[in-house]
Nanobody
């Protein structure tokens, strides 16, 4: 059974950092492209915030480039999202996903709230 479990969400003040973790089980995550998406309360769709391929290449949308960093620890089957300089527009539920050969799995999400 495949499971992706996100953790690390919470309340943070504007300008502060937060690091999310996504622990994978039931898959060999190093084989998968891993990504973080988010869904803001006012939006109906999830948007990509960071992705990392099995080879280590990363990509980010302009909205988070320079502030967010995705990384992976294959020994722990875990992917991280380091978020810096957070602002209220980053408030959302953040989801981890894994993709490999047509299979895609999602975690349950973790809430990130940026507020003073």
């Amino acid at each position: 059974q495949v499971q992706l479990v996100e953790s690390g969400g919470g309340l943070v003040q504007p300008g502060g950092p937060l690091r999310l973790s996504c622990a994978a089980s039931g898959i060999i995550s190093r084989l998968y492209a891993m990504a973080w998406y988010r869904q803001a309360p006012t939006k109906q769709q999830r948007e990509l915030v960071a992705a990392i391929r099995s080879g280590g290449n990363t990509n980010y949308p302009d909205s988070v480039k320079g502030r967010f960093t995705i990384s992976r620890d294959n020994t722990k089957n875990t992917v991280y999202l380091q978020m810096n300089s957070l602002n209220p527009e980053d408030t959302a539920v953040y989801y981890c996903t894994a993709v490999f050969k047509g299979e895609q799995f999602w975690g349950q999400g973790t809430q990130v709230t940026v507020s003073s």
